[in-house]
């Protein structure tokens, strides 16, 4: 990364109408949330099947056993928001962040203090029920799990509590859709922060705004497929690059 590219990106979101930000994994590992890929990331460690939507029709008590280890692994108790999740609250709050959209699932981006969100992937801190669609927050559901009620149930209907999570199988929600794809169609800088851009329907994001005008700035450790559409690409740590951004775009505001 040049300063000279980081201060264009800055000059470019000062004066633009409206600045998006996509973030993906790579954005919460440096707060100790594992990432799914890598070679030490969690596909390594668990059998992806096991997380598809057709094992939780199946058999749902099975799956919530799977989950109480995923669960542990996204809300340990040393696990906080990090400087580039508070970098991208510190842009918002300054006005030069319209809409965040993110495939993390782990709520670090609501610790920091973003409110534009637009969980693509869903929430961890979730459960919903599969039969009249009442949400719940997680820990109850996981309490209640891990001392037998495998699946938690309902208490309106009884019907099976799933993590309000999008898992294998499942299409994006609507809303979550069709705002990430309007908030794509409209932007003027699209940001792409710690993603590697590969999982659809997210990665088509920034190739949209791209093919719409919008200037693309990528943030991710490894080369990303749209390496080659990017204004500017930084191969660094969303932690160094993103506060850097911020620090550049309020401080000379």
């Not at 918002?92 to 637009?118: C, F, K, P, R």
Request: net charge negative; proline share 5%.
């Amino acid at each position: 990364m040049t300063s000279e590219d980081l201060a264009a990106v800055a000059r470019t979101i000062r004066t633009a109408d409206e600045v998006v930000a996509l973030t993906g994994a790579g954005v919460s590992t440096a707060s100790g949330v594992p990432d799914f890929r890598s070679d030490d990331g969690l596909w390594r460690r668990y059998d992806p099947s096991d997380f598809h939507i057709d094992r939780f029709r199946t058999d749902p008590g099975a799956y919530w056993t799977q989950h109480l280890d995923l669960h542990d692994e996204f809300f340990a108790d040393d696990i906080d928001p990090n400087a580039a999740h508070e970098a991208l609250a510190d842009l918002e709050a300054a006005g030069h962040l319209e809409t965040l959209l993110t495939q993390n699932v782990d709520g670090l981006h609501s610790g920091a203090g973003s409110e534009s969100i637009v969980r693509l992937h869903g929430t961890a801190a979730k459960a919903v029920c599969r039969s009249c669609r009442r949400r719940y927050d997680i820990e109850p559901a996981v309490a209640r799990a891990r001392d037998g009620a495998l699946p938690p149930s309902c208490e309106d209907c009884g019907g099976a509590l799933k993590p309000d999570t999008v898992l294998f199988g499942e299409r994006l929600p609507n809303h979550a859709r069709l705002e990430s794809q309007a908030a794509a169609q409209s932007a003027d800088v699209f940001l792409a922060i710690g993603s590697s851009l590969t999982v659809e329907p997210a990665a088509s994001l920034p190739r949209t705004a791209a093919d719409r005008g919008a200037t693309l700035a990528i943030v991710n450790l490894e080369e990303t497929p749209l390496a080659d559409r990017a204004d500017y690409a930084f191969r660094e740590d969303a932690t160094d690059v993103v506060p850097r951004l911020r620090d550049a775009i309020v401080g000379d505001a």
